[in-house]
């Protein structure tokens, strides 16, 4: 079957065929719905998905090998016939050969029939994070308020004279941001207060979506690496998000916690999705 599809397939195509076992296909069939739902943006109560860890699953994952299928055995043919292309018997190991061919050519993990662990469909591969320093934790949190800081500087370049977007930079600005100043500053975009003058205008709706996004990455960022902490303290200002019927789903997805977990694995995912789905942590 894979020599007809390699036949077949355009010479700037390089195909990678994985035989997938009853459990990685239903992790597969998982992963790959959720994709779709992400792409077209559906409201879905899977709001953990990651691209990272989809990835992850499709070229850092070490599959289960299958055996040969001997459920329909062609006949046997009363003269044998010699074929000089197969005359090197194939193992079960040397049957992912090519496959792994390709997984070494894009640094992509090997298929390794001996080396299988079963891995659940919602456990993350840690590999990366045990080789994680505080350096590399430092250099990523960086990255990313950078990336909170600029969207905001995107959205004023678009309304220079909105009255919220100075008190959205003096937070990000905080060191050690506290939970009191996060709920003001949450209540303030909400609220989205209208400026006064000619030519001011207010935030839309996308636009109090994005800052959001900033300041709660911001604030769930400092307390996952600077205190490890009670996320508890913050439930007051995601129920008022709650109640003005903010996309927490949106929010939780920008934020990427599988990322985050990557860089911090011993992290608690739940404690931290209790914040988006309910105000009281349990």
Known sequence: MEDILYRLAPAHVLLRVLWL?????CCFESKY???HRW??????CAVDFSVCDFLDFLFRRNYECMDDC?????CELTEPQTNPCLATEITKEDQNRFLNQVNKAFCWEP?????????ACEQVITERAKKIDVKEQETF?????????????????QLKKNVTLPDVRIFLDEKDPAAEKFETIVTTIIRN?????????????????????????????????????????LSPAFEKMRKAKIDLAAV???????????????????????????????
């Open 252 to 282: 939780y997805n920008h934020w990427d916690v599988l990322e985050v977990k990557k860089y911090l694995p011993d992290l608690l995912i739940d404690d931290i999705k209790s914040l988006f789905t309910d105000s009281d942590i349990v």
């Open 141 to 157: 949190r960086n990255k990313r308020t950078e990336l909170y800081r600029s969207s905001v500087e995107h959205i004023g370049e």
């Open 193 to 233: 207060k209208k400026p006064s003058g000619k030519g001011a205008v207010a935030l839309n709706k996308h636009q109090v979506l994005h800052l959001l996004e900033s300041v709660v990455g911001y604030t769930l960022d400092n307390l996952c690496f600077n205190k490890g902490g009670d996320f508890k303290i």
């Open 39 to 44: 792409l077209a943006e559906k409201k879905t």
């Open 70 to 74: 001997d459920s329909c055995v062609a």
């Open 33 to 35: 719905k959720n994709w």
């Open 111 to 119: 298929v390794s029939c001996n080396g299988y662990e079963f891995i």
């Open 21 to 25: 076992a009853p459990h990685d296909f």
